[in-house]
């Protein structure tokens, strides 16, 4: 994770002191790009503790395809709260968007036109096992009809999945999966350590039911930024050493990606520094 400090270092040193829409105001950087080897540990931070509860049940309310945060509040789950309604909702993003982006089908023969919904993660792992080296396995959570319907436009906007045949000398001779995450705006404390563990993840689990093994992840941002009110927990943590990586267990047996339940994961090894806390920017 010494690619992550890097990054906060860089932008400590070098970020454009900006203000923002929250008004809290940052230091950011635009472009830049981190790999993780999948197969080297689960890639969580280890100079701060992450509340990986949170990442896991945040990924399968995304897969569910769920906008309403009531399934995130029965599990304990608090981190959308500022940015829903009275009854929970969000607007369309990303689960509408992964699962349901709505689109206009013309009628046939003189008919009316009909709305017809694409679900992105559905079609994504059938072409990922059925045409492997194709180009375009994306998900877009980017909606240009439906973003000023959002609680919150999506910061992880675009990512697309790449399968690399295996090197003559693996002892594992299945392909690798690998992930690449465009993030519009990244919050370098807070959010992208979650960003991080929950694509990782979900990679993972795109493996297991496609059987490939884990190949990389490859998160490239585009705004990145150290929110004003994050500074000394970015040094704290910056004065800390960084430790082994856990190892991520996933229930082998399931293979169905809408599947996965909460209990099928276990993190192992994971032995970070002290939690660090931080007020969120809404
Ligand atoms: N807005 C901002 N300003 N930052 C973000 O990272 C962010 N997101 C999502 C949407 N808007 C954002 C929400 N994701 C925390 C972590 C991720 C979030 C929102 C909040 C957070 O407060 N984490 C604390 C507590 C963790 C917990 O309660 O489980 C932490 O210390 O990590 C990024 O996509």
Same mark, same amino acid.
């Given at each position: 994770?010494?690619?992550y400090?890097n990054?906060?270092?860089h932008v400590?040193?070098?970020?454009?002191?900006?203000?923002?829409?929250?008004?809290?105001?940052t230091?950011?950087?635009?472009?830049?790009q981190m790999?993780f080897?999948?197969?080297?540990?689960?890639?969580?931070l280890?100079?701060?503790?992450?509340?990986?509860?949170s990442?896991? +049940?945040?990924?399968?309310?995304?897969?569910?395809?769920?906008?309403?945060?009531?399934?995130?509040?029965?599990?304990g789950?608090?981190?959308?709260?500022?940015?829903?309604?009275?009854?929970?909702e969000?607007?369309?993003?990303?689960?509408?968007?992964?699962r349901?982006?709505?689109t206009?089908?013309?009628g046939k023969?003189?008919?009316?036109?009909?709305?017809?919904?694409i679900?992105?993660?559905?079609?994504?792992?059938?072409?990922?096992?059925?045409?492997?080296? $194709?180009?375009?396995?994306?998900v877009?959570?980017?909606n240009?009809g439906?973003?000023?319907r959002?609680?919150? !436009?999506?910061c +992880?906007?675009?990512?697309?999945?790449?399968v690399?045949? !295996?090197?003559?000398a693996?002892?594992?001779?299945?392909?690798?999966? $690998?992930?690449?995450?465009?993030?519009r705006?990244a919050?370098?404390?807070?959010?992208?350590?979650f960003?991080?563990a $929950?694509?990782?993840?979900?990679?993972?689990?795109?493996?297991q039911?496609?059987n490939?093994?884990?190949?990389?992840?490859?998160?490239?941002?585009?705004?990145?930024?150290?929110?004003?009110?994050?500074?000394?927990?970015?040094?704290?943590q910056? $004065?800390?050493?960084?430790r082994?990586?856990?190892?991520?267990r996933?229930?082998?047996?399931?293979?169905?990606?809408?599947?996965?339940?909460?209990?099928?994961?276990?993190l192992?090894?994971?032995?970070? +520094? !002290?939690?660090?806390p931080?007020?969120?920017a809404?």
């Amino acid at each position: 994770m010494q690619t992550y400090l890097n990054l906060m270092q860089h932008v400590l040193d070098h970020g454009h002191i900006k203000t923002d829409r929250t008004g809290t105001g940052t230091r950011s950087v635009f472009g830049w790009q981190m790999r993780f080897d999948l197969e080297a540990g689960f890639p969580v931070l280890t100079t701060k503790k992450l509340h990986l509860r949170s990442i896991i +049940h945040e990924l399968l309310w995304f897969l569910q395809g769920s906008t309403n945060i009531a399934y995130l509040k029965e599990n304990g789950v608090s981190i959308w709260d500022d940015w829903a309604d009275e009854q929970g909702e969000l607007g369309p993003v990303y689960g509408k968007q992964w699962r349901r982006w709505e689109t206009v089908a013309p009628g046939k023969d003189g008919a009316p036109p009909t709305i017809r919904t694409i679900d992105q993660i559905t079609q994504l792992v059938a072409g990922l096992k059925n045409n492997p080296d $194709s180009r375009r396995h994306l998900v877009c959570a980017w909606n240009p009809g439906e973003v000023d319907r959002m609680a919150l !436009p999506p910061c +992880h906007a675009l990512f697309q999945f790449y399968v690399a045949p !295996p090197a003559a000398a693996d002892i594992d001779q299945r392909p690798r999966l $690998s992930c690449q995450l465009y993030q519009r705006s990244a919050d370098i404390f807070l959010g992208v350590p979650f960003n991080i563990a $929950s694509y990782a993840l979900l990679t993972l689990m795109i493996a297991q039911v496609c059987n490939y093994r884990p190949g990389e992840f490859i998160h490239t941002l585009g705004d990145a930024h150290l929110y004003s009110n994050h500074l000394e927990q970015a040094k704290l943590q910056l $004065s800390r050493d960084t430790r082994k990586l856990p190892v991520m267990r996933i229930n082998p047996e399931v293979t169905d990606l809408f599947a996965f339940r909460f209990e099928d994961f276990s993190l192992e090894g994971y032995e970070p +520094h !002290p939690h660090i806390p931080a007020p969120v920017a809404v």
